[in-house]
């Protein structure tokens, strides 16, 4: 649209709008804000923690305990069930706290003319049709069309993820890729240099920003893969405990002749027995030690359930900008005709000498060197200041890569500050993107200057001459040719590069002697061509080896940038991400592609370059309907719909936007994305230490239903060695802390070189069933056994008969319980590692374990000499000689289990 149509579309004019009819605007259109989703209510955030499956199921347990006369056991699991849900609800509430923030990309106020003159406003009282200025350093408050502009760029990394700034204008061009209008500005950008003055044309929800927060915010929650599993987990137990606890109802029925109430409650201890009441509370527990361990390596999760689905990703969809790159140009070749540099070393200031070609270069014995740096330094808006502290980068006030030209001058000794005072600016003529080149003008030594930096296509036609060893000379077609295949080169390598030249005006020139009369036509002619500056954004340095490490875990990193296709596949191909022979498809070839041919391509190696945020959500989504678990970083509010459809979104913590870290579950406190690979390798260990816990767990079960089959095949000629109180006993309490040692239990070795688990895996498997009912399970009960009939043989048993009630019977009871908790003792080392020896990872290393078996130990202790514990859970106290028998249990158990790994270990190896 024309300017006057715009005017006349939003009833303003450049004097812009009265305050009565801003008044009215706001009213219709509403504030200047990005309206947050209607977020969960705490009451429903509380009870959800006690509605999931398991908790359901010990609801369930707690009210038949109850009807069934069982009060202490029924209040004893209910009790479980609520210090669990409060537990998890008080967990995701404090992770929530520490993420949730504000919106704070929108700024607090800003410039407008209203009523013919300028006011500041609150920016939410921005409306469409306000006339407002923008400056160099402003966010800026709503998508607006240009009215005048003054060498005005701006920073829409947070829209595109490209770090390049991007110049603005008040004519119309389109430009490459969205966003891209130069008469149009973007809310939630920045200027990074110039001023403008510019009409609001969308506000709020209506911005580009606002349409992708709405896009972001329309996305459902969809359970976690640990949460699907669980439930699946849960049903599993629940139909196994219910089955057995049927059958042996059944059996006590009519094969021991039970009256019915008495064998409702015998089979309720069989479903006790089978039914992991400390399940919730050391998932929750262990998910939360996960946490803990994760934000010590700078990764904040927001969501409990992220831990573990971190440890199944298959796919990492990243950005490019700020993720897997440091987000800062940097020079590193210098092209000049009479030498090719390469910038090296280290440092911010190098006292007049730089390191070029692993060499120290004196600039002063360089004249075509000095004049380059002297020129990239004049020809310049942005401001540098140093580090505040070693190790720190330097505070960047413009451009990155005016920014990489200062440095570069600092290092080899300008002091451009200095400089810029010795030889001010007494002119300028803006970049902008038709002539693609800026020129300042100065006096140096007594002469008027032009010193022009650009694109080589906007610089290269108008010079005639070229620098060579400091000196013009004619340039000719053979040197116009080298420089284009130079740049050309570059541009393979995915490096951007930026011509440097400048003009010595003659007496005998057509230009006005008054630099103020000097115009584009006249002053941008008959250049000295001087060379090129070549940038790049460079890789991270720890990028390398957490790629590495992510290729021997079977993940698969998809680059999604809005960079341009050359810089993607460079760096892609540069760190590792792919090949030379992956396939790049750009935003408009990913437009024109039907779903099978995206599945068809993402089943390859391939790198999106120039893409819009509707297609890195498309690009999640048909990830996931191949049956991927998706991870997407990013920091841009451009990423955040994906970020949120993601299985696991990632946002960066120090670049990231408000909106993207709203949307993800994960924020990186360091935008390192090493950091994600070391969060991957923490969920791996959480779920294979869930795995070790619920073997744990679960070989207790054996122990406790066998002295029921045993009364229940004796037709009740045994007693029941073990009593439901003593069952919940091992379950909610002596088994409870070594569980949760198991869940701080470390990495072991080669957890990152094993593929993902598969979706269709689950926690229960064959191999933990076996291990569990048939081998640690087997030996407990036979040990247990043995351990009841101890008692009642040094009673008289077998001359007498076995007691089925008084102090024998009890202190029977006693030593069975004691005996399972001492085999608990033994499972709990033994299922420290799957197959590595627990003396190669240090058999005291876990100090929780060890703090688990001390309490235990203590526990039962309590139990069994405590008098009122004694009435309560049908103990009685035992000597000297039970103990030393209790003592020996473990040895034997440890020292079995590992010759078993020891054998498993060999056979792997061959």
């Given at each position: ?57 010990l ?10 006369n ?11 069930n ?50 407002f ?16 502009s003054?060498?005005l ?23 490459v ?16 240099s110039?001023?403008a003055?510019?009409?609001?044309v ?12 709405k ?41 021991v ?12 201890g069989m479903i ?22 994760m ?21 990492i ?44 270069v ?20 942005t ?28 290092k ?8 810029t ?19 300042t ?9 032009i010193?022009?930096?650009g ?7 108008i ?5 060579d ?9 053979a ?69 590495r ?13 809005g ?18 022979k ?37 690009i999640?989504?048909t ?7 998706v ?26 936007t ?19 690979v ?84 689950h926690?229960l ?11 640690y ?26 007691a ?10 006693t ?14 080392i ?6 590595s ?12 374990i ?12 309590l ?48």
């Amino acid at each position: 649209m024309q300017l006057n149509d715009v005017y006349k579309y939003f009833d303003t004019k450049e004097t812009g709008l009265t305050s009565e009819k801003a008044a009215g605007l706001l009213k219709k259109f509403g504030p200047n804000t990005i309206q947050r989703s209607q977020k969960q209510s705490q009451l429903k955030a509380f009870l959800k923690n006690f509605t999931s499956l398991m908790a359901i199921l010990l609801w369930v347990s707690g009210f038949i305990a109850i009807f069934a006369n069982m009060t202490e056991l029924g209040i004893a699991i209910w009790a479980v069930n609520i210090i669990n849900g409060v537990f998890s609800y008080w967990q995701e509430h404090q992770a929530q706290k520490a993420t949730n923030s504000l919106l704070k990309m929108l700024p607090t106020y800003a410039q407008v003319i209203r009523d013919g003159k300028p006011q500041q406003i609150n920016s939410e009282d921005l409306v469409p049709g306000d006339v407002f200025m923008i400056q160099a350093g402003n966010s800026i408050s709503a998508d607006a069309r240009i009215i005048d502009s003054n060498s005005l760029q701006v920073d829409e990394s947070a829209l595109t993820g490209e770090s390049v700034l991007v110049n603005k204008q008040p004519g119309y061009s389109h430009g490459v890729g969205r966003f891209a209008e130069s008469n149009l500005v973007f809310a939630g950008t920045v200027a990074g240099s110039g001023t403008a003055t510019a009409v609001a044309v969308a506000t709020g929800m209506h911005s580009e920003f606002g349409k992708i927060a709405k896009l972001t915010q329309s996305q459902k929650h969809h359970s976690s893969p640990l949460e699907i599993e669980l439930n699946h987990l849960t049903r599993q137990l629940s139909l196994i405990a219910i089955s057995i606890g049927v059958l042996f109802f059944i059996l006590a029925i009519f094969f021991v002749h039970y009256p019915i109430a008495k064998s409702f409650i015998f089979a309720l201890g069989m479903i006790v027995a089978f039914i992991p009441e400390g399940l919730l509370p050391t998932v929750t527990l262990s998910l939360a030690q996960g946490v803990t361990r994760m934000a010590k390596k700078h990764a904040l999760v927001k969501d409990l359930n992220s831990v573990e689905t971190l440890g199944e990703t298959t796919v990492i969809c990243s950005d490019k900008t700020g993720t897997l790159t440091q987000n800062q140009m940097t020079v590193d070749h210098l092209w000049l005709a009479s030498h090719q540099y390469t910038v090296s070393g280290e440092g911010y200031v190098n006292n007049g000498h730089i390191q070029l070609d692993d060499q120290d270069v004196d600039v002063s014995k360089d004249p075509g060197l000095q004049i380059l740096l002297r020129v990239s330094a004049l020809n310049n808006d942005t401001k540098v200041n140093p580090p505040e502290k070693s190790g720190d980068n330097p505070k960047i006030i413009g451009t990155p890569t005016e920014a990489a030209l200062i440095i570069l001058a600092e290092k080899a000794g300008i002091n451009v500050e200095e400089e810029t005072k010795k030889v001010p600016r007494i002119g300028a003529l803006p970049f902008d993107s038709d002539r693609k080149r800026m020129s300042t003008f100065h006096k140096v030594d007594g002469k008027n200057t032009i010193c022009v930096k650009g694109s080589l296509d906007g610089i290269l036609p108008i010079s005639d001459t070229i620098l060579d060893n400091g000196k013009a000379r004619p340039i000719t077609d053979a040197d116009r040719k080298q420089i284009n295949e130079a740049d050309k080169k570059y541009a393979a390598d995915g490096l951007r590069s930026l011509a440097i030249a400048y003009r010595t005006p003659t007496d005998d020139s057509d230009m006005p002697a008054d630099p103020k009369d000097w115009t584009i036509k006249n002053a941008e002619q008959h250049l000295t061509f001087v060379g090129l500056t070549i940038m790049s954004d460079p890789p991270r340095p720890e990028i390398f080896e957490a790629v590495r490490k992510c290729r021997e875990a079977s993940i698969r990193i998809i680059m999604v940038t809005g960079d341009s296709a050359l810089t993607a596949k460079s760096i892609a191909t540069k760190i590792g991400i792919t090949g030379d022979k992956a396939r790049v498809i750009t935003g408009d070839e990913l437009a024109a592609m039907h779903k099978g041919e995206l599945k068809e391509a993402l089943k390859g190696e391939v790198i999106f370059a120039r893409v819009a945020p509707e297609q890195k959500y498309r690009i999640v989504s048909t990830l996931q309907s191949l049956g991927e678990i998706v991870a997407s970083t990013g920091d841009g509010v451009n990423d955040a719909p994906a970020l949120k459809k993601a299985d696991i979104g990632v946002a960066m913590g120090v670049t990231g936007t408000d909106v993207a870290k709203d949307a993800a579950n994960m924020i990186l406190t360091d935008d390192n994305f090493a950091s994600i690979v070391s969060a991957i390798e923490e969920g791996r260990t959480v779920y294979s230490n869930l795995q070790k816990f619920l073997l744990y767990i679960l070989n207790s079960n054996m122990p406790e239903a066998a002295p029921s089959i045993i009364f229940l095949f004796t037709r009740g000629l045994v007693p029941l060695p073990l009593t439901v109180m003593q069952i919940l006993t091992v379950d909610l309490g002596t088994d409870m802390l070594p569980a949760l040692g198991l869940g701080a239990e470390k990495s072991e070795p080669g957890i990152m070189k094993q593929p993902p688990r598969a979706r269709t895996a689950h926690l229960l498997n064959r191999g933990i069933i076996i291990k569990a009912f048939c081998w640690y399970g087997m030996i407990a009960s036979v040990i247990s056994t043995c351990a009841y009939f101890f008692v009642n043989k040094l009673n008289g048993w077998p001359n007498v008969a076995l007691a089925a009630s008084g102090h024998v019977y009890q202190e029977a009871t006693t030593m069975t319980l004691a005996a399972i908790v001492f085999c608990q003792i033994a499972a709990a080392i033994n299922c420290r590692t799957k197959l590595s020896s627990v003396f190669s990872i240090g058999l005291f290393s876990n100090h929780r374990i060890w703090g688990g078996i001390v309490f235990e130990v203590i526990l039962l202790a309590l139990l069994i000499y405590v008098p009122f514990l004694q009435g309560l859970f049908n103990t009685a106290a035992i000597g000297g000689r039970e103990w030393l028998l209790l003592i020996c249990i473990p040895i034997p158990l440890v020292l079995i289990e590992e010759l078993r790994k020891y054998f498993f270990r060999k056979r792997a190896a061959n």
